[in-house]
């Protein structure tokens, strides 16, 4: 084989990791001047900023009025167990989960809280479940957009208007690059860090109607720790929701969340977030089609994520490998582009199948990811090179 030279253009930004994710365009640390540093999270200044956060959420995702949101501890992490925690047990529960993150929902409900009646539906990598199997009468809990295999729910339009348990959603990388629709949900969870480009540690939880009821109505028969507990003596912790977290939240990270919502109500709000990342996939997609020694891990069109782009090598000589040489592969493909300079962090998870995992969300630039795709064929050609070399 012939090696390419390498492309005459880098990406600008090289930062494609799923999360961390990359900062928004022309971001600096000048955009935090502003943040409540030393002062108290329970001063007015620091309810104020957090107040903040919370109405520039509901305004860019479109959020109802009558839907609570918080900013909680340890990330979507943190949101989704206060959820699970907190809410389940007063009926029987489906869980739903076609990736490692919502097979680690399973195993918690299932090892961790040990409810006695929980059906479980998995599908594997590159695949969803059929929700036609669901029972909605029951709770439900899944994830919007399977961060890990690339794979999502094409819309809501699977759950029942008159359902009557709750839908719990870890929707962590599809808030602000999916249209979630909330008329559907009654508990979504992420956290800023993703399509934002948020630092880490902080998470979201949005409460519907229905879900504060369930809090206000239902007591757990298990303990809960303190940062996990949003109502008291029957009634709704109304605090959480307007400012006054549960712990001591980092206010730098809260200015640089403000920040980024700032900048997406700059650009054209939810729409234009939403078609930034499309844009991106896009181009993902374009060369998948054209190059076909690339596919998407997610089998069906409509099922693939706009944001954590989930990438397999299907080359026969490289798929002739056993499974440790693919990944092997996989892995100097990644190292490649690193060394390079053009793209860091874009290895599969390492629960998930050998390849790669570029993050399209809306904070990366178009031009960066059409900037990366020759890219990705040299460094591919690089690899089989040094196969043939092994070989000779």
């Not at 000048?30 to 001063?43: F, I, K, M, N, P």
């Not at 029951?138 to 919007?144: A, I, P």
């Not at 303990?223 to 001591?248: A, D, V, Y």
């Not at 700032?262 to 939403?274: F, P, R, T």
Request: proline share 4%; hydrophobic share 45%.
């Amino acid at each position: 084989m012939v090696e390419n030279a390498a492309p005459a253009v880098r990406p600008a930004n090289s930062h494609f990791s799923s999360g961390p994710c990359s900062k928004r365009p022309n971001w600096s640390l000048a955009a935090l001047q502003d943040a409540a540093l030393g002062r108290s999270h329970r001063s007015k200044l620091g309810k104020n900023k957090l107040k903040q956060a919370i109405d520039l959420t509901r305004e860019v995702l479109a959020v109802p009025a009558d839907y609570r949101i918080g900013i909680v501890p340890a990330s979507d992490t943190g949101a989704v167990e206060m959820a699970l925690w907190s809410l389940l047990g007063a009926r029987g529960v489906d869980m739903v989960a076609w990736e490692s993150f919502g097979s680690g929902w399973v195993s918690d409900v299932v090892k961790e809280l040990k409810l006695a009646d929980v059906r479980k539906f998995t599908a594997d990598y590159g695949k969803i479940v059929d929700f036609a199997q669901v029972d909605f009468n029951r709770d439900v809990v899944f994830t919007w957009n399977g961060t890990t295999s690339g794979v999502r729910v094409a819309n809501a339009d699977f759950i029942p208007a008159d359902r009557e348990g709750l839908t719990i959603c870890d929707a962590t990388s599809a808030a602000f690059a999916q249209n979630l629709d909330f008329a559907k949900l009654d508990v979504v969870t992420f956290s800023w860090q993703k399509v934002l480009g948020g630092e880490g540690a902080h998470g979201v939880i949005i409460l519907s109607p229905r879900a504060v009821a369930r809090l206000e109505s239902y007591e757990p028969a298990w303990p809960l720790p303190k940062i996990f507990r949003m109502s008291k003596g029957g009634k709704l912790i109304e605090g959480i929701f307007q400012g006054e977290t549960i712990n001591t939240p980092s206010m730098l990270c809260v200015e640089d969340y403000i920040d980024a919502l700032l900048w997406a109500k700059e650009i054209g709000g939810l729409g234009a977030l939403m078609a930034r990342a499309d844009a991106n996939a896009k181009v993902l997609f374009d060369f998948c089609d054209k190059n076909p020694w690339l596919a998407n891990l997610a089998e069906k069109a409509e099922t693939r994520s706009n944001t954590s782009v989930c990438l397999k090598i299907v080359d026969p000589e490289v798929l002739a490998l056993d499974a440790a040489g693919q990944a092997d592969f996989a892995k100097g493909v990644a190292a490649t582009l690193e060394k390079e300079g053009v793209a860091v962090d874009i290895g599969a998870y390492r629960d998930a199948p050998s390849g790669l995992r570029i993050w399209c969300g809306a904070t990366i630039e178009t031009s960066d990811v059409e900037a990366l795709a020759p890219w990705l064929t040299y460094a591919f050609e690089k690899q089989k090179a040094g196969l043939a070399a092994k070989a000779a």
